[in-house]
C-alpha cells in the first residue's frame, strides 16, 4: 500500500512537467497555431537593460522557435538612446532585427529629444506613441514583458 501511494504521490509531481513538454511539442508540430505574441518595453538607457531584453527575446525564440513567436520590442524615453547609430547595442539590435524581431522607437520621445531617423538604427520602424502601442498591443492580447 505504501508502495502504491508513493507512486502516485511520484506521478502526480511529474505531471505538470510532463505536460508542460508535450503542451511545447505540440504547439511545436502545430503548423497552423497562433503564434505567442510577445511586446517588450524599454525606457531606460541602461545598455545592461537592453542586453537583458535582447537576451529575453533570443531566449523566447530559441525555446519557442522563432516562427512560434511574434516580438516587439518598445523604446521610449531614456532607452530610445540605445536604438541611435553610435549606440553600444547597436550590433545586438541589429541581430535582433535579422531574427525578426520588430524594434519600434516612439516618435514623441524622437520629437521631444530633437532625434530624426536619420539619427537612429536603419532596422528599426517607429510608431506616433510607444505607451499607446504598448497598451494597443496588449488589447489585442500580446504578452507584456519589462525586463
Known amino acids: 500500500m505504501r508502495r502504491l501511494l508513493l507512486t502516485l504521490l511520484a506521478a502526480a509531481a511529474l505531471a505538470p ?3 508542460g513538454a508535450q503542451t511545447a511539442a505540440a504547439a511545436a508540430e ?3 497555431a ?3 505574441r510577445v ?3 524599454v525606457s531606460e538607457a541602461d545598455p545592461a537593460r537592453w542586453n537583458l531584453a535582447l537576451n529575453n527575446v533570443k531566449n523566447l525564440q530559441d525555446d519557442l522557435g522563432a ?3 511574434s516580438i516587439e520590442i518598445v523604446a521610449y524615453g531614456p532607452g530610445i538612446g540605445m536604438l541611435k547609430l553610435d549606440a553600444p547595442t547597436n550590433s545586438r ?3 535582433a532585427v535579422k531574427a525578426g524581431v520588430i524594434v519600434s522607437a516612439c516618435e514623441n520621445t524622437m520629437r521631444n529629444q530633437n532625434l530624426a531617423k536619420a539619427d537612429m538604427h536603419p532596422g528599426i520602424g517607429y510608431v506616433p506613441a ?3 502601442e504598448i497598451v494597443r498591443r496588449q ?3 500580446w504578452a507584456y514583458l519589462r525586463p
Open 130 to 132: 510607444g505607451v499607446v
Open 30 to 32: 502545430m503548423p497552423n
Open 139 to 141: 488589447r489585442e492580447g
Open 34 to 36: 497562433a503564434p505567442t
Open 39 to 41: 511586446v517588450v518595453q
Open 17 to 19: 512537467c510532463a505536460a
Open 67 to 69: 516562427r512560434n513567436v
Open 93 to 95: 539590435v541589429t541581430d
